[in-house]
């Protein structure tokens, strides 16, 4: 299985420029689009903010992950109107991956997936990255 973070970017901009109603507007479009490129198992909640998780279990290979998260920012990237307003939006992705023969906890995974989160928007937004394991001591110094 694998666990994402998908958090929108410039997202503080959209509600300083346009609003708080167009923000709700758009979390609402962001979550549609989100759960309409996910498969029937596959789970989407907003976990705060503008940041969401996507649960994709019964992957069969670890590339299907990454095959989602490119249908995500697709999906995402694609032109919004909200009451009026044409908005362009961009998604950062951070990817953990939990193979049979590891157990983590839920909350080894949601840091792994904070990690790659951390690592896609500092390579410039508007992408994903997978969790390695060699980065997440560098993360944290």
Excluded at 18 to 37: M, P, Q, S, T
Excluded at 54 to 81: R, T, W
Aim: charged share 25%; hydrophobic share 40%; with cysteine.
């Amino acid at each position: 299985c694998a666990l994402m973070f998908v958090d929108l970017d410039k997202f503080k901009e959209i509600n300083d420029s346009y609003g708080h109603e167009i923000g709700d507007l758009v979390l609402i479009e962001l979550a549609n689009r989100l759960k309409h490129c996910l498969r029937e198992t596959d789970v989407v909640a907003r976990l705060g903010g503008d940041e969401f998780t996507v649960l994709l279990p019964e992957l069969n290979h670890s590339d299907e992950a990454e095959d989602i998260a490119n249908k995500l920012l697709f999906a995402v990237g694609q032109s919004m109107n909200c009451n009026g307003q044409n908005l362009h939006l961009t998604v950062s992705i951070g990817i953990t991956l939990l193979s049979a023969k590891e157990s983590l906890g839920a909350s080894q995974l949601i840091r792994r997936a904070d990690i790659a989160l951390y690592r896609a928007k500092e390579a410039g937004k508007n992408c994903y990255r997978c969790f390695v394991e060699e980065e997440q001591n560098s993360v944290l110094k």
